[in-house]
């Protein structure tokens, strides 16, 4: 095999691309089970945006010029664990505080991570970001689409 297709075949691009495929593969084949075709709507939206995602992770992969440095590359790295730990607390806390407050609180905290500090104009923008993003969520939800999410001790 040559280095150029090892470096592809290494590449966290190109793993996540493949299993993204497989996953719309899988989901495509669950899609099918369901009766109601206006019931397939949201799963055909997310097949769509699974596949189109994987492709284009492929296609990076493979425009890829670098090759990958001498210390292995990590699928996963210390501050996407601690924002999977983020998401889990964030799920868990929906039965307690609420879809709506867990949310909120998700996206705060995660903003804040992400951007690396607590600076008072990044506090300002979390909690615009997260406000916006919840009543989007509120109305795309419940007054849309009517749906009953899980509630708590707040929305």
Same mark, same amino acid.
């Given at each position: 095999?040559?280095?150029?297709?090892?470096?592809?075949?290494?590449?966290?691009?190109?793993? %996540?691309?493949?299993?993204?495929?497989?996953?719309? %593969? %899988?989901?495509?084949?669950?899609?099918?089970?369901?009766?109601?075709?206006?019931?397939?709507?949201?799963?055909? %939206?997310?097949?769509?945006?699974?596949?189109?995602?994987?492709?284009?992770?492929?296609?990076?992969?493979?425009? *890829?010029?670098? *090759?990958?440095?001498?210390?292995?590359?990590?699928?996963?790295?210390?501050?996407?664990?601690?924002?999977?730990?983020?998401?889990?607390?964030?799920?868990?806390?929906?039965?307690?505080?609420?879809?709506? $407050?867990?949310?909120?609180?998700?996206?705060?905290?995660? !903003?804040? !991570?992400?951007?690396?500090?607590?600076?008072?104009?990044?506090?300002?923008?979390?909690?615009? !970001?997260?406000?916006?993003? $919840?009543?989007?969520? !509120?109305?795309?939800?419940?007054?849309?689409?009517?749906?009953?999410?899980?509630?708590?001790?707040?929305?």
């Amino acid at each position: 095999m040559s280095s150029k297709l090892q470096s592809i075949l290494k590449n966290n691009d190109f793993i %996540v691309g493949v299993i993204f495929l497989l996953f719309g %593969v %899988v989901l495509r084949f669950q899609i099918l089970g369901i009766k109601n075709s206006q019931s397939r709507i949201f799963p055909y %939206v997310t097949l769509v945006l699974v596949i189109a995602s994987g492709i284009t992770l492929l296609i990076q992969a493979f425009l *890829k010029r670098e *090759k990958q440095s001498a210390t292995k590359q990590k699928l996963v790295e210390k501050k996407e664990l601690i924002m999977f730990a983020v998401l889990g607390v964030a799920c868990f806390l929906m039965k307690i505080l609420g879809f709506y $407050t867990s949310i909120f609180l998700l996206l705060f905290f995660s !903003y804040l !991570y992400v951007e690396g500090t607590w600076s008072e104009p990044a506090v300002m923008s979390s909690l615009l !970001y997260s406000a916006v993003c $919840t009543i989007l969520l !509120y109305l795309g939800f419940n007054v849309l689409l009517g749906m009953i999410t899980p509630t708590g001790l707040f929305l």
